[in-house]
């Protein structure tokens, strides 16, 4: 692996989750199993194999170059953008059989035009925005008129329409989904249904089982990071972020440790140092107050976190040595600190902190309790 740092990623667990998710959804809904952002710092390529054999219908990124990635590796999966791609980059989404979102007459004939080209229409999806004000057509007579004018176009399969919901409460969500519901009443007849319409996300997927329709986009699910308000399933963790002390060192009371010396210690201290830093995805805000375990002791991170290093307090440990294993984040047994307390200690969410672990950290995949495969993304290609 070259290196001591690494995120340790259990195939078997996203599996898991990925199949609880079919069983408890309706058979008819397909489930788009959101990988974006590396599929929330798992890793997409590994993912998208691993969730497309256990359930998933197809996968889904936010931006043209995740598509690409994917594709080099998935010649025959489909793949949903479902983000804004410029125009002058469609003709790679056209030539790449991507499925593209889109909210505007002018893509849609760009996207008609190409599919004239290759000889085969491009598929896409309506975003519609029914409140969260981000990405998609306004809710208005102009956008339906003018969606009504997409779906005719020759070489365009209109085969989506979606929204995203804003989860900002019972009323609000069901006000959204009114909307969506009855632009799509005005949209589809007697000769032109949509095949997919969606707008859940993890949270709504299944706290909202009348909203999923006929797809779901499930991200943070897949990875067992559980916000449910209603309901419930059961979920696996899948990640965690390991490293070895690579330095100990005794020092005096009234000592500084790292920059500015904004932590000095209060008595003579042992003192571990880890090579993890912000850069590996470990928030700098956790200063202060971030902590790792050790021998299943939760020591804290002292002075401020490095981009690549930080020192931690291991005075309360026996026999603590240079090599000895140190859990960043975990599934919680063993003292380890899971995502969601490290995302309550860092001030953010559980999707910031997994998909923040960058690249420079190796992924080790685990399945059937071995070691499958080791990603190392700085020595590939
Ligand atoms: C990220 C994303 C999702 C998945 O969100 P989770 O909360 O992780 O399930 C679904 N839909 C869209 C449009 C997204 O951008």
């Not at 199949?19 to 890793?43: C, E, L, Q, S």
């Not at 909202?208 to 006929?214: A, K, V």
């Not at 696996?236 to 005794?250: A, D, N, V, W």
């Not at 490290?342 to 685990?366: D, H, Q, W």
Request: hydrophobic share 40%.
């Amino acid at each position: 692996m070259l290196r001591d740092t690494y995120v340790e990623i259990n195939l078997d667990h996203i599996a898991f989750n990925i199949k609880n998710i079919r069983a408890t959804i309706n058979d008819k809904t397909k489930i788009a199993a959101v990988i974006k952002a590396n599929a929330y710092g798992h890793g997409a390529v590994e993912v998208a194999k691993c969730v497309m054999e256990n359930g998933a219908d197809l996968v889904a990124v936010a931006t043209l170059t995740e598509a690409l990635e994917l594709r080099i590796h998935y010649a025959d999966y489909d793949i949903f953008i479902m983000g804004y791609t410029p125009s002058i980059y469609l003709d790679v989404v056209a030539r790449n059989d991507f499925i593209q979102c889109i909210f505007s007459l002018e893509q849609a004939i760009i996207l008609s035009e190409l599919g004239d080209t290759t000889g085969k229409p491009v598929r896409v999806h309506i975003k519609y925005d029914t409140g969260f004000n981000r990405l998609g057509f306004k809710d208005s007579p102009e956008s339906i008129q003018c969606i009504q004018k997409i779906i005719q176009l020759k070489s365009l399969e209109v085969e989506g329409i979606f929204s995203h919901l804003a989860l900002a409460g019972h009323e609000e969500n069901q006000n959204q989904f009114n909307r969506l519901k009855q632009a799509i009443d005005q949209i589809e007849n007697n000769t032109f249904k949509f095949k997919y319409k969606h707008i859940c996300d993890s949270i709504s997927a299944i706290d909202y089982p009348e909203f999923n329709l006929d797809m779901i986009r499930p991200g943070a699910i897949i990875y067992g990071m559980k916000s449910f308000r209603k309901n419930d399933i059961e979920l696996k963790s899948t990640l965690s972020f390991k490293t070895k002390i690579y330095h100990l060192k005794e020092i005096d009371e009234g000592d500084g440790v790292s920059y500015n010396y904004k932590w000095k210690a209060k008595k003579q201290s042992k003192i571990a140092t880890i090579p993890v830093g912000y850069s590996d995805g470990l928030p700098r805000s956790m200063t202060d107050v971030g902590m790792v375990t050790i021998h299943d002791v939760r020591v804290p991170i002292i002075g401020v976190i490095c981009m690549d290093q930080c020192m931690v307090d291991v005075s309360e440990l026996d026999e603590v040595a240079v090599g000895d294993d140190v859990v960043i984040y975990g599934d919680g047994t063993n003292n380890s600190i899971t995502i969601e307390e490290a995302s309550e200690i860092a001030g953010t969410n559980k999707n910031e902190i997994l998909s923040r672990i960058t690249r420079r950290t190796p992924r080790v995949y685990i399945e059937d309790g071995k070691v499958k495969k080791i990603v190392n993304y700085l020595l590939e290609g």
